[in-house]
Nanobody, 127 residues
Framework: QVQLVESGGGLVQAGGSLRLSCAAS????????MGWFRQAPGKEREFVAA????????SYADSVKGRFTISRDNAKNTLYLQMNSLKPEDTAIYYC????????????????????WGQGTQVTVSS
């Protein structure tokens, strides 16, 4: 199993930036793919971004492409999401997730196959 703890959320004005972190423990961090998801009030959880075990490949939802950057530091067992040019519609609880079963990248990059989740961190963007 793996334990995931998100941090870095908060309140920011539109156009601002935040960097989310996800600290992982319990298993070798570099052995699994990672992703970020979000859930806004009254909406279903949606995929935001994904990254391979090595960090070599990344994938983004169209709604965040060009504004958000996913990265990882395997030496620090930490996943990041740099969010720039934030919009009010980015307001949501953000979750990091891990793929522990070795799901193929084709699925992970579309937000499918994740089986371990953090508790989430709130991001609120004011207009």
């Amino acid at each position: 199993q793996v334990q995931l703890v998100e941090s870095g959320g908060g309140l920011v004005q539109a156009g601002g930036s935040l960097r989310l972190s996800c600290a992982a423990s319990g298993r070798t961090f570099s052995s699994y793919g990672m992703g970020w998801f979000r859930q806004a009030p009254g909406k279903e959880r949606e995929f935001v971004a994904a990254i391979t075990r090595s960090g070599f490949s990344t994938s983004y939802a169209d709604s965040v492409k060009g504004r958000f950057t996913i990265s990882r530091d395997n030496a620090k067992n930490t996943l990041y999401l740099q969010m720039n040019s934030l919009k009010p519609e980015d307001t949501a609880i953000y979750y990091c997730a891990a793929d522990l079963r070795g799901t193929i990248w084709l699925s992970l990059k579309q937000g499918v196959g994740y089986d371990s989740w953090g508790q989430g961190t709130q991001v609120t963007v004011s207009s």
